[in-house]
């Protein structure tokens, strides 16, 4: 009976060891969203956090320098210098006036240092002119039959 007692009270140990490793590792990758503004407003609070900044890309501002790229994100009027490090590269679509989050934490020189970066072109998501947002273009019959 001794033996069972110290079986149980290992595997105990070695469950509550498990999911403790697992509820704080969850805890660290825990980013929430917020805009270049909303990080400016949070002041000392926001360095050394980890968060996914939000903000379009200030036109001008990508410079590639080696295996680093720096660009702004500015929304409503508010600007952050963002500076990627990671290995993955960067997607095509961050581009001057994209949409981007930056994945990183800011540092007390202001500068937001970032591990990931993900964009999407504005143009793509937006109405042929002339039509409404979500109105399907005109289907256009030349008399020459159906493909």
Not at 65 to 89: A, C, I, K, S
Not at 97 to 110: F, I, M, R, T, V
Request: charged letters at 20%; proline letters at 3%; a positive charge.
């Amino acid at each position: 009976m001794k033996k069972y007692g110290k079986f149980a009270a290992l595997i105990v140990l070695v469950i509550g060891t498990m999911a403790w490793l697992a509820l704080s590792a969850g805890k660290q990758s825990q980013a929430y969203y917020k805009t270049v503004n909303e990080v400016a407003k949070m002041g000392h609070d926001a360095y050394g956090k980890r968060l996914r900044l939000e903000g379009n890309v200030e036109n001008g501002s990508i410079q590639r320098v080696g295996n680093h790229t720096q660009f702004v994100l500015v929304y409503e009027n508010t600007r952050m210098q963002v500076v990627y490090t990671g290995t993955d590269p960067l997607p095509d679509t961050l581009k001057d006036g994209a949409q981007a989050l930056a994945d990183g934490k800011l540092d007390h020189d202001q500068v937001f240092r970032a591990g990931a970066v993900q964009a999407k072109c504005a143009s793509k998501y937006e109405s042929k002119p002339g039509l409404a947002p979500g109105q399907a273009a005109p289907n256009i019959n030349t008399g020459k039959g159906s493909i």
